[in-house]
């Protein structure tokens, strides 16, 4: 059963005659009457009485008619919404990003973005680098931006190196250490740690420590960077995190140099797969953006004593 075969079925049934429903149709009736008879072949039955002066429908014709004027309204619809969509003027983007990336980064890809391409609009959507990953080769995202992890599927996914972040640690003003330029992850033996769930970081110091049979006491564990930084603040332990998620107030970040932690950041596609127009537009802008500037801010000046003593223990080892 063709579309062109209901429409001529339901002018018929409607004008109860072949000659004004081929008009209708605009096409010639013999065109019009070999395609009702291929569907009451398709239907094991005659669909309309053929008297002079007198078409009408059968009981089989009676019975699909509402099927087949369901059905051509159906297509009508979808004829119709896609004609919107086609041409709307705004083309939506779902970008994910790993929750722990500091949003002012960003601003600079955004406002071009804005200034350059004024139709295309991005839904920011976070998460951790495991979801990010799923949703995006499931097709919920169209890109995303985390740190690039251990696994990282080279043959499905395409990626954008953008910048590195280093490893602060995060203290309260008021804290004993807070006054170095750099601190050793050996300072910090028994010391308690706020924890950052989705942050890669974690790992790589739950395995220094580990090494170097240090210990740790993890006293808070959030998604939320703010709170993490507000146990800090209240003067319980420490937390790491990237220097650029340093944002509230009473709080010193300084570097940590043994060991000496980055990570990068990476802007993700998936391969092979047939991208929105929009998508690409946002490739460009990330491509010419000055990713420079956001790895220089990690970068630290003369080191204290601390930092000069731990590169000459790595000299001498």
Not at 14 to 37: D, G, K, Y
Not at 82 to 105: E, H, Q, S, W, Y
Not at 157 to 163: F, G, K, R
Not at 288 to 300: C, Q
């Amino acid at each position: 059963m063709e579309m062109h075969q209901v429409r001529y079925f339901l002018a018929v049934a409607r004008e109860a005659n072949f000659t004004r429903a081929a008009r209708e149709c605009n096409v010639s009736q013999p065109s019009l009457s070999r395609a009702i008879i291929q569907l009451e072949k398709e239907f094991g039955g005659q669909l309309f009485f053929r008297e002079p002066d007198n078409i009408r429908l059968t009981e089989l014709g009676h019975l699909v008619e509402p099927f087949l004027t369901a059905t051509l309204e159906s297509a009508n619809s979808a004829r119709s919404a896609a004609r919107r969509f086609n041409g709307a003027k705004k083309c939506l983007l779902r970008l994910g990003v790993m929750r722990t990336i500091a949003p002012d980064l960003f601003k600079p890809l955004l406002a071009a973005m804005r200034r350059n391409h004024p139709d295309v609009a991005i839904s920011i959507e976070d998460g951790g680098v495991d979801d990010l990953r799923k949703r995006l080769l499931e097709g919920h995202l169209d890109a995303a931006i985390y740190a690039r992890p251990a696994d990282f599927d080279v043959e499905k996914l395409h990626e954008i190196s953008l910048y590195r972040e280093r490893m602060f640690v995060l203290l309260a003003r008021e804290h004993p250490l807070a006054n170095r330029d750099a601190i050793d992850l050996d300072e910090l033996q028994g010391a308690y740690c706020q924890l950052r769930a989705d942050c890669g970081f974690d790992v790589a110091i739950d395995n220094a420590l580990a090494a170097r049979e240090l210990e740790a006491r993890a006293m808070f564990r959030s998604e939320r960077e703010d709170w993490v930084q507000a146990m800090v603040a209240s003067g319980v332990g420490f937390a790491c995190m990237p220097r650029h998620c340093i944002t509230y107030p009473g709080l010193v970040g300084r570097p940590l140099v043994g060991p000496e932690c980055w990570r990068e950041i990476r802007f993700v596609t998936v391969r092979g797969r047939i991208h929105k127009t929009g998508l690409g537009a946002l490739v460009r802008e990330v491509a010419s953006t000055d990713w420079s500037s956001m790895e220089a801010r990690s970068s630290v000046g003369p080191l204290s004593e601390v930092a000069r003593a731990h590169s000459a223990r790595v000299s001498a080892s």
